[in-house]
């Protein structure tokens, strides 16, 4: 993993490289120096004004005892965002914008979230409830709980463990 993140973050500066001296061709150097001034400014400001918001909403979260997880995932892009916006270079400024604006903050928030957890394991990913589509009123025969019976075969299948199910294993 290791590895594959110094080539991203090589490929990225490389990237940030690039578009400076597209930019640099396009508006001259002056105002390019300018405008990467302009936007690290223009990150400080954000960072200050949401940052604020975001420990001002956690603040409020812990007084009442409610969870934080909405309010931490934000206060966490924020510090994203400014530090994206402070570094010099165009598309750093780009993310770190998304990761600024309220607006914009919910789908990444979002996807970073089903990022990380598609990486961790199962055991740590916490419960699953599942509901039966198939599920009819209380008290009805659709209503009863499905059991599959069978026995545990040890050597194949999810972490070396299958299930075999007996032939006549159907609900009552």
Do not use: K, N
Not at 50 to 76: S, Y
Not at 99 to 118: D, F, H, K
Request: glycine share 14%; charged share 20%; with cysteine.
């Amino acid at each position: 993993m290791g590895r594959r993140l110094r080539v991203i973050a090589g490929l990225l500066a490389l990237a940030e490289i690039v578009v400076f001296v597209l930019v640099a061709q396009w508006i001259g150097l002056g105002a390019t120096i300018l405008a990467t001034l302009a936007t690290s400014a223009l990150g400080w400001m954000l960072l200050a004004r949401q940052g604020m918001r975001a420990l001002e909403e956690l603040r409020q979260r812990a007084r009442t005892r409610q969870p934080a997880g909405r309010e931490l995932g934000d206060a966490g892009l924020v510090a994203l965002g400014g530090l994206l916006m402070v570094l010099p270079g165009f598309l750093g400024d780009l993310l770190g914008l998304l990761c600024l604006l309220p607006g914009t903050r919910r789908p990444i928030r979002a996807l970073l979230g089903r990022a990380v957890l598609s990486r961790l394991p199962d055991r740590v990913r916490g419960p699953v409830h599942v509901r039966s589509s198939r599920s009819g009123p209380v008290g009805s025969p659709a209503s009863a709980p499905i059991v599959i019976e069978g026995e545990v075969v040890e050597g194949g299948g999810i972490d070396g463990v299958a299930l075999r199910t007996t032939p006549d294993a159907r609900p009552s």
